[in-house]
Antibody, heavy 119, light 107 residues
Framework: EVRLLESGGGLVQPGGSLRLSCEAS????????MTWVRQAPGKGLEWLCL????????YYADSVKGRFTISRDNSKNTLYLQMNSLRVEDTALYFC????????????WGQGTQVTVSS | DTQMTQSPFSLSASVGDRVTITCQAS??????LNWYQHKAGKAPRLLIY???SLETGVPSKFSGSGSGTHFTLTISSLQPEDTATYYC?????????FGQGTRLEIK
């Protein structure tokens, strides 16, 4: 059974930093690209970034490019999201998800971790 | 960026009804379109990938169609548990983008 467990969320002041983690189990982590998606209060899903499995090539949405960094440790089956220069509008529930091997869809998701940016 | 526009924004239907949600892409995305169901407080769930392929374990009451710029998600035999927000998502181009969502309420 695939399991994705996010952690690391919390309350942080504007301009601060936070690192989210996503521990994966139940599949061969290195084989799969992984992604972060968020949902701000009252808003829809927003794709943030994606990292490929073995070559670590990463892609970002314009809204987080230069502030957020996606990374992974394949030896620990863990995905990360380093978030710097946080803004109030980054307040959201952050999900990690696994990409299908054969399509650009996300077939397994975690339950999310809440990030609140407020002074 | 490829903009994804869903309609309607929200809809209300009765048990047993069939509904269709539309997703329009701002440019040709071939068949690189997914549909997700998202219930409040839960993880999103993949329903349809590649525009019309049913994800494993998803009931056949969900179906998708379309290609190019126009896509639809149809849900038949509505039940109270279908209450959720439904999103389309394209993966032809980076950045990946979601539609704004369609909120479905079952009366």
């Amino acid at each position: 059974e695939v399991r994705l467990l996010e952690s690391g969320g919390g309350l942080v002041q504007p301009g601060g930093s936070l690192r989210l983690s996503c521990e994966a189990s139940g599949f061969t982590f290195i084989n799969y690209a992984m992604t972060w998606v968020r949902q701000a209060p009252g808003k829809g899903l927003e794709w943030l970034c994606l990292i490929r499995g073995s070559n670590f090539k990463a892609y970002y949405a314009d809204s987080v490019k230069g502030r957020f960094t996606i990374s992974r440790d394949n030896s620990k089956n863990t995905l990360y999201l380093q978030m710097n220069s946080l803004r109030v509008e980054d307040t959201a529930l952050y999900f990690c998800a696994k990409k299908r091997l054969d399509a650009g869809s996300f077939d397994d998701w975690g339950q999310g971790t809440q990030v609140t940016v407020s002074s | 960026d490829t903009q994804m526009t869903q309609s309607p924004f929200s809809l209300s239907a009765s048990v047993g009804d069939r509904v269709t949600i539309t997703c329009q892409a701002s440019q040709d995305i071939r068949s690189y379109l997914n549909w997700y169901q998202h219930k409040a407080g839960k993880a999103p769930r993949l329903l349809i990938y590649d525009a019309s392929s049913l994800e494993t374990g998803v009931p056949s009451k969900f179906s998708g169609s379309g290609s190019g710029t126009h896509f639809t998600l149809t849900i038949s035999s509505l039940q109270p548990e279908d209450t959720a927000t439904y999103y389309c998502q394209q993966y032809e181009n980076m950045p990946l983008t979601f539609g704004q969502g369609t909120r479905l309420e079952i009366k």
